[in-house]
């Protein structure tokens, strides 16, 4: 290839790549389908949804054109191919060029067919149209959206191609060629995932994110995924003692089984095998308030924790840690300490 067409096809791979998933660069120079189109998109506070309708629309066009872009610039940057000349290019841009007149014809049919009956068959007006009553249609719902989405205390946060927008009545994802909607009160929230950042993108400090899977119980509705960051999940007192209580018995010595002994069930759960130990190890044998257990290992760690958890009096969480409990087979007195992973 030549220096002309090597230079064009690179930088304009680099203009499609930047234009499609808009860089904060791109943005800032006003290099988008919203701020290119803003005339005839119009506000996306005043109409949410026809906003949305048009903007999902001219952006599928617009990226459908970018085949048929590189091919008008092609004819320049490499004019010696005589790509302006259907019957003199080569067989190979012959079938690039059906290629990039294929793709905005297929965008522009369906873009025509979303567009038939006002917009009443666009992905984002089908959603809609199934909270709406009998009696009503998917643009009754569509006002309230709108509504909604002008007053100053909703949530929205993420980037332009994968924004979360939390309403007083909706959850809306807003990406690159579609908006998912579901009402609150029918969607279930699954945490499916987390990443830990070292550095985020507005500041110097880590972040979290969570994905977040959210299906609506209403028939019809896609279900979408969503990204929070730093999103705090409360766990009960009962659980957060439960991690406390599995870290310190880390750190216990451990116990060894002996060979002719084979570990059971927990008979506490009979899910898992037995898989700790009563040792007094806190203090020696003929000190202090505990004592031995001569139990053969019968419990879990998770169950022993909970049995420990529930000796304890509910309004006196700091006095938990340093307590003592009876085994809850022999009725030894126990501690932490005493609480051998077993080997």
Request: glycine residues 4%.
């Amino acid at each position: 290839m030549d220096s002309p067409e090597v230079t064009f096809t690179l930088a304009y791979l680099v203009f499609a790549v930047c234009f499609v998933f808009t860089p904060t660069e791109f943005h800032s120079a006003g290099l988008t389908v919203q701020n290119l189109l803003s005339g005839w998109l119009g506000s996306e506070d005043a109409a949410f949804v026809p906003y949305h309708l048009r903007r999902t629309s001219a952006t599928l066009l617009c990226h459908s054109l970018l085949p048929l872009g590189y091919y008008v610039g092609m004819c320049f940057a490499a004019s010696e191919k005589q790509l302006y000349s259907l019957s003199q290019a080569p067989e190979a841009w012959r079938l690039f060029l059906l290629l990039a007149v294929t793709l905005p014809t297929i965008a522009s049919t369906l873009i025509y067919y979303w567009s038939c009956d006002q917009w009443a068959r666009h992905p984002l007006a089908r959603t809609l149209a199934l909270y709406a009553l009998p009696q009503s249609g998917w643009r009754a719902v569509a006002s309230s959206v709108n509504t909604e989405f002008r007053r100053i205390d909703k949530f929205a946060t993420g980037a332009p191609g994968a924004r979360v927008i939390v309403t007083d009545t909706w959850v809306m994802k807003v990406t690159t060629y579609r908006v998912h909607a579901a009402r609150q009160q029918d969607v279930h929230l699954t945490v499916t995932g987390s990443r830990q950042h070292a550095l985020s993108a507005d500041s110097s400090l880590p972040v979290q994110l969570l994905t977040i899977h959210v299906a609506s119980a209403s028939p019809g509705v896609r279900a979408f995924d969503i990204r929070a960051a730093n999103v705090v999940i409360h766990q009960s007192l009962g659980d957060l003692f439960l991690e406390t209580f599995a870290s310190l018995v880390e750190v216990n010595p451990t116990y060894s089984v002996p060979s002719s002994q084979e570990l059971e069930a927990c008979i506490g759960c009979m899910q898992t095998r037995a898989s700790v130990k009563l040792v007094k190890t806190c203090q020696e044998a003929a000190e202090g308030e505990c004592q031995q257990c001569y139990c053969r290992p019968m419990w879990c760690l998770t169950c022993m924790g909970k049995w420990f958890a529930s000796r304890q009096d509910p309004q006196r969480p700091d006095t938990w840690l340093a307590s003592r409990v009876p085994c809850p087979t022999c009725r030894a007195r126990f501690c932490i300490l005493d609480v051998c992973a077993v080997r």
